[in-house]
């Protein structure tokens, strides 16, 4: 079965320096990626996947994420932190029966001014 | 946004009485998820449903059962609550399962004392 690991329960970075969540994977067969933001209050919503191709993917609102198949990681990046970045961010690998997501246990991003 | 609405939002209810929490989109998507919230486990996948009548069960089905009779709706229900289902649920939606953009309601926050 796969499954996601993501092993910082809490990410605190000043704001306008880089950020890293970090998450690891594991999947029989080529893993399909995902990650989400949740903000308080509120449902999660897609920020990128990768399916194959290029090792950096490019998402919503400045996100990127780099798939490293030797590492078995999938880890979210941001050159720039804002405070508005604050939220839960779950990482999440596809597999079971119609393409059903595993998620992590989320990772709480908190940016400080 | 797509079109997902969960209904009710906040409920709280007592050990042993039935309950439906009830989701409905109107982005015609064939497929539709329950998944529960709990501090520390992330989200974890209830029942699903790939059509009309057709649901399977996901990783924590145990004392949960769904519905769905139009494409446009899937009912969970507890038929009997226990105190350990309290918990924060979102129903979920994509038109393609491949490309693992699910589409969240705001959640349904569920107390069972």
């Known amino acids: 079965a796969q499954s996601v690991a993501q092993p910082e329960d809490q990410v605190n970075v000043a704001e306008g320096n880089p950020l890293t969540v970090k998450c690891t994977y594991s999947?029989?067969?080529?893993?399909?990626l995902f990650w989400y933001v949740q903000y308080p209050n509120r449902g999660l919503q897609f920020l990128l996947k990768?399916?194959?191709?290029?090792?950096l993917v490019k998402g919503s609102y400045g996100f990127e994420a780099e798939f490293n198949k030797s590492q078995t990681s999938f880890h979210l990046k941001k050159p720039s932190a804002l405070v508005s970045d604050s939220a839960l961010y779950f990482c999440?690998?596809?597999?079971?029966?119609?393409?059903?997501?595993?998620f992590g246990k989320g990772t709480m991003l908190l940016v400080s001014p | 946004d797509a079109g997902i609405t969960q209904s009710p939002r906040h409920k709280v209810t007592e050990t042993g009485t039935p309950v439906t929490l009830r989701c409905h989109q109107t982005?015609?998507?064939?497929?539709m998820y329950w998944y529960r919230q709990d501090p520390g486990h992330g989200l974890r996948l209830i029942h699903y449903?790939?059509?009309?009548?057709?649901?399977d069960k996901g990783e924590v089905s145990d004392g949960y059962s769904v519905s769905r009779s139009k494409t446009e709706d899937f009912l969970l229900t507890l038929e009997s609550a226990t105190s350990s289902q309290t918990s924060v649920y979102f129903c979920?939606?994509?038109?393609?399962?491949?490309?693992?953009?699910?589409?969240f309601g705001e959640g349904s926050r569920l107390t069972v004392l």
């Open positions: 449903s790939y059509g009309v009548k057709d649901t």
């Open positions: 979920a939606s994509t038109l393609k399962p491949s490309t693992g953009e699910l589409f």
């Open positions: 990768y399916i194959t191709g290029d090792n």
């Open positions: 999440a690998v596809e597999g079971g029966g119609y393409s059903t997501l595993t």
């Open positions: 999947v029989s067969g080529n893993p399909y």
């Open positions: 982005e015609n998507h064939r497929y």
